[in-house]
């Protein structure tokens, strides 16, 4: 698949017509809303998922095959935290609480950026590990 071919496929996916949509129907200033009762049960059904899936497959993987990778994506998250948090502090002139805060949001993965990249992953041919929706959730 060649990059063109790639990018139409991507912008083509229902989560970014999703986007797009939302972007035109603020610039058009739209009332248009989602049902409350959507909006509240959506994330709460996406994390149960994620999180049933998860412990099945580590279930499956043993906890022990699993730890390496889940420190891995601990030190990680830390180390993305800790360092967004230091340029934040010395370039972006940030309060101590405001910088750690924004630098917390860089070191933590949405459940729905990891659903997106996983999907388009599977979408290339590339495989992971069925538990690494646990290592999401850690």
Known sequence: MDILQLIQANLLTPIILFFLFGIIAARIKSDLKMPEAIS???????????????GIEMRNTGFENML????VAIG?????????Y??????GKFNLFDSYALASTYG??????F???LSFLKNQGVTSEGYI???LAV
């Open 40 to 54: 509240e049960f959506l994330p709460i059904y996406l994390l149960a998922a994620i999180g049933l899936h998860g």
């Open 68 to 71: 390496i990778p889940m420190l």
């Open 76 to 84: 990680l998250s830390l180390l993305f935290t800790l360092n967004h």
């Open 86 to 91: 230091q340029i934040l502090r010395r370039l």
């Open 108 to 113: 933590a993965v949405g459940a729905v950026h």
């Open 115 to 117: 659903s997106v990249g």
């Open 133 to 135: 929706a646990a290592i």
